[in-house]
């Protein structure tokens, strides 16, 4: 699983000049708002979700004008790219409301989404206050195998429809998928239903996560090394990002580990943050502490408590300290602290992972050079 955002790659220049008086400071430029945790999916891998129809979880989200307020308060604070993502967040019936009150403060707006809840009126809403892109995930290419993903019979049908809505009003569209055991074998039919519908962007991702209270089960539905291998070098746009990756960083490869140091060396708390459902900021979505309620505190307060991880230095010896796979590597944080509650020890599948990865781009390498 990927992190959840990243800025406009064709507005980064434009960013890098606006921020560069704060000569390397920290910004809140980018953020996540996680608008519920519940949706109408029961997605066999899923980290998150909580059932469409829970009360209880229901009664503790923000209410509408509590994220109106919030969202105030970090547009005041600089915010200019904003995230917002679930569970399924159309699942809110004051998703309009909320949606246009982001649009109201300036800020650029993705949305992430299963699609099947988008009717004909939420699509043009999203189409006539220039949502900068919609996010899809597709979890197979025929309906048996989304379904059995889903756990919801008609999904695959209702998603069908939520993406030609969406193409129908030139919506920004992406799809994207996550790749499990249960539906690997219909990448190329998920892959010939996105040229289906005139789309090049299409991405996904194997790594899967333990659900945020701990628990592993979506950890069976993990596809092997070899798979998640084959996915980045059978592909030949996928290998040629992690060639460029260790062109890039070459030395280090051969010679310095790169993750001595800080714990936290991502854009985490420094120029990205994420709130959940219920009020609380913290580092990122796979970061849930250390967290700050903004029920208690304003946002600018919060933002500068939850940079005190940038701060942070190792502690702890881990193979990481002398491992040269570098950029290779996904290890980060979030993953220790989902297998070992600290920051630190690394993902033992991660890290096995992504030396794996090094040696075989490295052979590769040398294979072409010969």
Request: some cysteine; glycine content about 8%; proline content about 4%.
């Amino acid at each position: 699983m990927d992190c959840d955002f990243q800025s406009d790659h064709g507005i980064d220049e434009w960013v890098e000049m606006m921020l560069s008086p704060l000569q390397g400071g920290r910004y809140p430029l980018s953020g996540t708002i996680e608008l519920t945790e519940r949706c109408n999916f029961t997605c066999q891998h899923c980290y998150i979700n909580q059932p469409a129809g829970d009360r209880l979880v229901k009664f503790r989200e923000l209410t509408t004008g509590q994220w109106k307020d919030i969202i105030d308060q970090f547009a005041d604070a600089g915010c200019l790219f904003l995230l917002v993502t679930g569970g399924e967040p159309l699942l809110r019936p004051d998703f309009a409301e909320i949606f246009l009150h982001i649009c109201s403060r300036g800020i650029l707006t993705h949305l992430f989404s299963n699609g099947s809840l988008l009717t004909p009126e939420i699509a043009d809403l999203l189409a006539e206050n220039n949502l900068r892109s919609l996010e899809i995930t597709l979890y197979g290419g025929t309906a048996e195998t989304y379904e059995k993903v889903t756990g919801m019979k008609g999904s695959f049908e209702r998603c069908l429809r939520g993406i030609e809505l969406a193409l129908e009003r030139n919506i920004t569209l992406a799809l994207k998928a996550v790749l499990l055991t249960t539906n690997l074998h219909e990448l190329d039919e998920m892959r010939a239903l996105v040229k289906s519908f005139g789309l090049t962007s299409f991405r996904y991702d194997g790594n899967l996560w333990p659900r945020i209270d701990g628990n592993p089960a979506p950890l069976a539905y993990q596809i092997s090394f070899e798979d998640l291998l084959s996915l980045d070098f059978d592909d030949a746009e996928r290998y040629d990002k992690w060639v460029e990756t260790y062109n890039q960083f070459e030395d280090q490869f051969k010679n310095v580990p790169a993750r001595a140091g800080r714990v936290f060396s991502c854009g985490a708390a420094f120029r990205s943050f994420h709130i959940d459902a219920y009020g609380n900021l913290c580092p990122c979505g796979m970061v849930r502490c250390p967290s700050f309620s903004l029920k208690e505190s304003d946002f600018r307060t919060a933002w500068e408590a939850v940079g005190d991880i940038r701060t942070w230095k190792k502690s702890m010896h881990t193979p990481c300290d002398t491992c040269t796979a570098n950029n290779l590597c996904s290890q980060c944080p979030g993953r220790s602290f989902s297998t070992h509650a600290d920051f630190e020890t690394p993902d033992p599948f991660i890290c096995e992972l992504g030396k794996k990865r090094a040696q075989r781009v490295i052979l590769q390498i040398q294979h072409e050079s010969i």
